[in-house]
């Protein structure tokens, strides 16, 4: 309408705003991995590329016959040529230097090494412009080159964690190569810190996926590369890759996965690599490798959010009745007032008990007696039930509201005074 596009708000009609139509062109575009280079040719994908998709698909599918296969025959059984047009996915994974530069320059990614997260100079910095298959295992040795090692002891074992796990790291750069906006001129991040990576790429999330919702929606922006990788074994089609991400994390005791920086225009992911608690590790040694291997992704983000004192949202608490089960976790109160925390067994194990002693918090009885203790040391003037929260910081006020009306039942205190005004006095009104 007067050449603006217009959107419902209420009742009435306002014009779309600009990343609004982005937002609805992007999920209209088809894929643009899978469309047909006019300019390209064959000549432009480079050989040792093509002969490492051929060993990966061969080791993936089994199938040896794809060794007898001439290189446009593979190529277009992987779909990465149509009726001999050279698709923008076989040069994102394929082409030559000389071929990105003259036909898709943005599909490079750039890394950087920086000592401190200080304004300062880069101390590396590496330019890959060529297939992806060309360069992904040099980009790794380039991260690896400055991995920092933690080491940690179990028993009589000591182990190391490297700061950048290998599968996670791979899992961040087939992500990016199969989500980012080829049409966007922008090129691929790679920001390497001591204790953290980033890697930032062109274009927003695919409609529908949101950084709450990253690891149960995926929608590859390219499917063509995504495929290919999936033939390659290199990725899962079901989006197993950002769970990957998470567990891993978790298990080594770091901080998850953080897409808080991402926006419409760009895909902002940060790993971090510094060991927190290293004797979160071992904690996850004393549930023993069978247990863990049927720990799904909600069971280590469960576990993670208990180890950080933080409150399980509701969508993952169908999970705690089978981690109680388990032994992995105990609980304290009832209903609304219930509390979850790591089990005796592993801060024993820790060497953690106090620690676990304040989780669990005091027993019933012991926190009755604490509070009828402050009532009768403020028996000249009373005490206010604001003090009560004092006097047990670690309970809720319906906690301490539930353990008032006990003692009150008993004879032992009683109320006087209403709302603001009330006063809570040792023995029976």
Not at 55 to 69: D, H, I, P, Q, V
Not at 187 to 198: D, G, H, N
Not at 270 to 291: A, C, S, W
Not at 354 to 382: F, Q, W
Request: hydrophobic share 35%.
């Amino acid at each position: 309408y007067d050449g603006a596009y217009l959107m419902r708000a209420g009742e009435g009609l306002v014009a779309m705003t600009a990343d609004r139509l982005k937002s609805i062109f992007d999920e209209a575009v088809p894929d643009y991995s899978a469309e047909i280079c006019s300019k390209a040719t064959l000549d432009d994908l480079d050989p040792t590329a093509i002969e490492n998709l051929r060993t990966m698909w061969t080791r993936k599918s089994g199938n040896e016959a794809l060794y007898n296969l001439n290189a446009e025959q593979l190529l277009t059984d992987a779909e990465l040529l149509v009726d001999g047009g050279v698709t923008y996915a076989a040069l994102v994974l394929l082409g030559t230097h000389r071929a990105l530069g003259r036909h898709l320059a943005q599909a490079e990614v750039i890394f950087e090494y920086r000592s401190s997260e200080a304004s300062t100079p880069f101390q590396q910095r590496r330019e890959f412009r060529e297939g992806f298959f060309l360069f992904d295992e040099e980009l790794w040795k380039v991260i690896d080159a400055r991995n920092e090692v933690y080491q940690y002891e179990e028993g009589l074992f000591v182990g190391d964690i490297p700061a950048f796990d290998r599968r996670v790291v791979r899992e961040a750069l087939l992500n990016a190569a199969s989500h980012r906006d080829y049409r966007n001129g922008g090129s691929t991040f790679v920001r390497q810190f001591p204790s953290k990576l980033e890697v930032v790429s062109p274009g927003g999330f695919t409609a529908g996926v949101t950084p709450e919702n990253i690891l149960w929606r995926q929608a590859p922006r390219n499917r063509r590369i995504a495929d290919v990788f999936a033939k390659c074994g290199l990725v899962e089609r079901s989006g197993q890759g950002a769970r990957l991400m998470f567990e891993r994390s978790i298990r080594d005791g770091k901080l998850r996965p953080d897409f808080s920086g991402t926006d419409d225009y760009q895909v902002f992911l940060t790993l971090y690599g510094e060991v927190r608690d290293p004797r979160f590790l071992e904690f996850f040694g004393k549930i023993g490798q069978e247990t863990l291997s049927t720990f799904s992704t909600q069971d280590f983000l469960v576990v993670d959010l208990i180890h950080r004192e933080q409150p399980v949202p509701p969508d993952l608490q169908d999970r705690l009745p089978r981690l109680l089960e388990l032994g992995v976790i105990e609980s304290q109160g009832r209903g609304s007032n219930k509390t979850y925390f790591l089990s005796r067994r592993f801060y024993t194990a820790l060497d953690k008990r106090g620690t676990y002693t304040r989780r669990r918090g005091l027993d019933k009885e012991t926190n009755k007696a604490l509070l009828l203790r402050h009532i009768e040391d403020s028996e000249d003037e009373g005490a206010r039930f604001e003090e009560l929260s004092q006097v047990l910081p670690s309970l809720s006020r319906d906690q301490i509201q539930g353990l008032m009306k006990e003692l009150k039942r008993e004879g032992r205190i009683h109320v006087v005074g209403k709302t603001r005004a009330a006063r809570w006095h040792a023995g029976e009104s």
